[in-house]
T-cell receptor
Framework: GIQVEQSPPDLILQEGANSTLRCNFSDSVNNLQWFHQNPWGQLINLFYIPSGTKQNGRLSATTVATERYSLLYISSSQTTDSGVYFCAVPTGANSKLTFGKGITLSVRP | DAGVIQSPRHEVTEMGQEVTLRCKPISGHNSLFWYRQTMMRGLELLIYFNNNVPIDDSGMPEDRFSAKMPNASFSTLKIQPSEPRDSAVYFC??????????FGPGTRLTVT
C-alpha cells in the first residue's frame, strides 16, 4: 500500500518562530488532508489540499502532487499550535485514509 | 453544524464484557469511517461505509469486532468479548462521497 512519511518527527519552537512540516507519499494521490491533533486528542481539519497552495490565517499548505509531497507552514507560532500534525492520503478506490506517523510540535512561551 | 458526534467519550470495562461505541455522522454525509488510534500502530482504518453499506472491513482486527449502520444518521462499533489489547481511542469520521473527512472527538476505551 501507499507509504506516508512525515518529517521531522519532533519539533520544538520558541513562540513567534516559523516552521515547515513535510509529508512525502509513495504513490500518486487525488487528495491530501492535514490535521492537528490537540493535547485533548481531537483531530482538527486544517487543509484539504489535493494540489496547489491554500492559506488559513497563520497556516498555509502546498501540495506538489507530481513530486509526491506536501508542506505545512506555520508562521508566528503560538503555544496553542502545540500538538501532533498528521497528513493523510486516500488509499485505493475506497477513500480510506492512510496516515503518516505525525510530527509532534511543542511551542514554548 | 454539530459535527460528528460520538458516545461515550470514555469507556472503562472489564475483559470479557461487550462494548458498544456509537456515532452520528454529519447530516448530509454519505460516507462513514471507523478508525482506531494506538501508540504502537498510529491511526488505522477499521471499516468504511458508503450509503450505509459496508464497503471495506479489511481493517477489522478479528471476529470480536462488528459494525453496523442501520441508517444514514447512526452507526455502531461493537466489541464482544473485549480484551485489554483493544484499549485505544476509537474515532468515527464522515464525508461526502469519501472526500474531505471530518472526525468526531473519539471514544477512549480502556479494557482492564
Amino acid at each position: 500500500g501507499i507509504q506516508v512519511e512525515q518529517s521531522p518527527p519532533d519539533l520544538i519552537l520558541q513562540e513567534g518562530a516559523n516552521s515547515t512540516l513535510r509529508c512525502n507519499f509513495s504513490d500518486s494521490v487525488n487528495n491530501l488532508q492535514w490535521f492537528h491533533q490537540n493535547p485533548w486528542g481531537q483531530l482538527i481539519n486544517l487543509f484539504y489540499i489535493p494540489s496547489g497552495t491554500k492559506q488559513n490565517g497563520r497556516l498555509s499548505a502546498t501540495t506538489v502532487a507530481t513530486e509526491r509531497y506536501s508542506l505545512l507552514y506555520i508562521s508566528s507560532s503560538q503555544t496553542t499550535d502545540s500538538g501532533v500534525y498528521f497528513c493523510a492520503v486516500p488509499t485505493g478506490a475506497n477513500s480510506k485514509l492512510t496516515f503518516g506517523k505525525g510530527i509532534t510540535l511543542s511551542v514554548r512561551p | 453544524d454539530a459535527g460528528v458526534i460520538q458516545s461515550p467519550r470514555h469507556e472503562v470495562t472489564e475483559m470479557g464484557q461487550e462494548v458498544t461505541l456509537r456515532c452520528k455522522p454529519i447530516s448530509g454525509h454519505n460516507s462513514l469511517f471507523w478508525y482506531r488510534q494506538t501508540m504502537m500502530r498510529g491511526l488505522e482504518l477499521l471499516i468504511y461505509f458508503n450509503n450505509n453499506v459496508p464497503i471495506d472491513d479489511s481493517g477489522m482486527p478479528e471476529d470480536r469486532f462488528s459494525a453496523k449502520m442501520p441508517n444514514a444518521s447512526f452507526s455502531t462499533l461493537k466489541i464482544q468479548p473485549s480484551e485489554p489489547r483493544d484499549s485505544a481511542v476509537y474515532f468515527c469520521a464522515s464525508s461526502w462521497e469519501g472526500l474531505e473527512q471530518y472526525f468526531g472527538p473519539g471514544t477512549r476505551l480502556t479494557v482492564t
